[in-house]
């Protein structure tokens, strides 16, 4: 059985709301994460062109100066090959594991651990199933599923002829 506190924002939302579980999860007195992002994360607006792996999602929302945040999700689990970036990055396990290597350092992350990876530094990794996490990035890092949609039309109008 679901329930919510009193005062709290899944009880503030109208009775009856299917979205009601999705905010607070309380089960026998135990608050438990969401499973999800919501829904508002998630438009295909803000959908990653180029994930580090095939069976992972991303979201991305930009910031001042070029820096993003991304939030990612793979219900199979995979592995970031190595790679590098030329700004920091910061990362917060949501949920599920992250096993992997700064430059050549192990690494283990789980539910609410976090990292920052310096400028220039190679790295790499596997996480689990049901992985979540949330990556800052000091500079831009991905594009979105739109921004290449719309280069793709706009490198096609320019080749067509009159």
Same mark, same amino acid.
């Given at each position: 059985?679901? &329930?919510?506190?009193?005062?709290?924002?899944?009880? @503030?939302? #109208?009775?009856? #709301? #299917?979205?009601?579980?999705? !905010?607070?999860?309380?089960? @026998?007195? /135990?608050?438990?994460?969401?499973?999800?992002? %919501?829904?508002?994360?998630?438009?295909?607006?803000?959908?990653?062109? #180029?994930?580090?792996?095939?069976?992972?999602? =991303?979201?991305?929302?930009?910031?001042?100066? +070029?820096?993003?945040?991304?939030? $990612?999700?793979?219900? @199979?689990? +995979?592995?970031?090959?190595?790679?590098?970036? *030329?700004? $920091?990055? !910061?990362?917060?396990?949501?949920?599920?594991?992250? *096993?992997?290597?700064? &430059?050549?350092? %192990?690494?283990?992350?789980?539910? +609410? *651990?976090?990292?920052?990876? %310096?400028?220039?530094?190679?790295?790499? =990794?596997?996480?689990?199933?049901? !992985?979540?996490?949330?990556?800052?990035? =000091?500079? @831009?890092?991905?594009?979105?599923?739109?921004?290449?949609?719309?280069?793709?039309?706009?490198?096609?109008?320019? *080749?067509? /002829? %009159?």
């Amino acid at each position: 059985m679901v &329930e919510t506190r009193p005062g709290s924002l899944a009880a @503030k939302l #109208s009775p009856g #709301s #299917s979205e009601k579980a999705s !905010y607070v999860r309380i089960l @026998k007195g /135990k608050q438990e994460p969401m499973k999800e992002f %919501p829904e508002f994360i998630l438009q295909p607006a803000n959908r990653v062109a #180029s994930a580090p792996d095939a069976s992972m999602q =991303g979201f991305v929302f930009e910031g001042a100066e +070029g820096t993003q945040i991304v939030f $990612w999700r793979c219900q @199979k689990g +995979g592995e970031v090959a190595e790679h590098v970036h *030329d700004f $920091w990055e !910061y990362c917060l396990v949501v949920e599920g594991t992250f *096993d992997g290597l700064i &430059e050549g350092e %192990p690494i283990h992350l789980e539910a +609410g *651990d976090e990292c920052t990876i %310096p400028p220039g530094a190679k790295h790499s =990794g596997r996480f689990s199933h049901g !992985y979540r996490a949330i990556d800052a990035f =000091g500079g @831009k890092r991905v594009g979105r599923v739109l921004e290449i949609s719309r280069s793709t039309v706009s490198t096609a109008s320019l *080749d067509a /002829k %009159p």
